[in-house]
């Protein structure tokens, strides 16, 4: 082949990057967040005829005597109650129980209220995302009736064995382990069997902790609340009107500058929480829409990016 017939090759297109970041996340405590009381006292201790109150003082005392953990002294002592009382607490019946959870007004259509106003507030440009972090049952979240709403549901869970009798803890979520499904939303790593130790650049994180939201209701909060805002986020704590000790909570928090708002944990239209979150909100949007302009920019300077 003569050198005037030899075809020059054509450059290959590199295909530009599109903008990935256009999420936003909303986390949720569940317990004395979304709910007014424990959903243990909702389901499965009612079931057991066991008092709520009595319960709870039986699980503090034995943690101040041996120094335990909480979430795991109380998950060993439900599995001894539902045993002592003969009671067959299987997986599905538990998730039927969860139809008597009640919820603080208007959480019911919060969830589509906030994603509303997010696509109105960026022209359809931001998408959200909402998840629970609890250190309550899995196995009792998986039958609420607000499920639909969450991408994912992070909770503690029980190993049933064959017949389906509750064993031991497979999963416990305690305050400060709470902290690592942040860090598994931050990285895409949401499946619980993904590793989410490896270095990851920041750039390359689908939801920037800038991008979210953490909404609790008390101390137990405290540590991811903490991560949140400490890495550009936000964290808004509620307190229950008919418990005056958890607004008291919520002023602490404030003044140790671990959330930036607080508010009565009324989700209805136009109540105070409704505005301050909203306004959290702008703000996350806005940077979402400034951070897709600059990505277009820098596209324009450098097409191959």
């Known amino acids: 082949m003569t050198a005037a017939r030899r075809k020059t090759p054509t450059p290959r297109r590199v295909r530009p990057s599109p903008f990935a970041r256009n999420t936003l996340a909303l986390i949720y405590d569940f317990d004395g967040t979304l ?23 039986e699980v503090d005392a034995e943690v101040r005597r041996t120094g335990g953990d909480g979430i795991l002294t109380y998950m060993r002592l439900l599995v001894e109650k539902i045993e002592a009382n003969k009671a067959h607490v299987s997986r599905k019946s538990l998730r039927s129980l969860a139809r008597g959870i009640r919820y603080f007004p208007g959480v019911e259509s919060w969830f589509e209220r906030v994603n ?10 931001v998408r959200v995302k909402h998840y629970i972090v609890s250190a309550g049952l899995g196995e009792i979240l998986e039958g609420i009736g607000i499920k639909r709403h969450f991408e994912r549901i992070y909770a503690s869970q029980y190993h049933f064995n064959h017949h389906e009798v509750a064993c031991f803890p497979t999963i416990v979520i305690n305050d400060t382990s709470k902290t690592q499904y942040l ?7 949401e499946e619980t069997r993904e590793s989410i130790n490896e270095y990851m650049p920041e750039a390359e994180r689908p939801i920037p902790f800038g991008h979210m ?46 959330i930036d ?5 009324d989700y209805r239209a136009g109540r105070s929480l409704e505005k301050r979150v909203r ?6 949007v806005a940077r979402i829409l400034f951070e897709r302009e600059k990505h277009a920019f820098q596209r324009e300077l450098d097409p191959a990016r």
């Open 35 to 57: 709910t007014p009381q424990p959903m243990q006292e909702y389901t499965v201790l009612p079931q057991l005829g066991i008092a709520p109150a009595a319960f709870w003082d």
């Open 261 to 265: 708002y607080f508010a009565t944990a």
């Open 183 to 189: 860090f598994r939303i931050n990285k895409g790593r």
């Open 213 to 258: 939201l953490y909404i609790g209701d008390g101390l137990t909060d405290v540590p991811c609340m903490t991560v949140t805002k400490n890495n550009g986020g936000f964290a808004v704590a509620v307190h229950n009107p008919a418990r005056p000790q958890s607004l008291e909570v919520c002023r602490a928090l404030a003044r140790a500058n671990r």
């Open 279 to 284: 306004t959290i909100l702008d703000i996350i």
């Open 116 to 125: 509303h106003y997010v696509h109105t507030a960026s022209g359809g440009a």
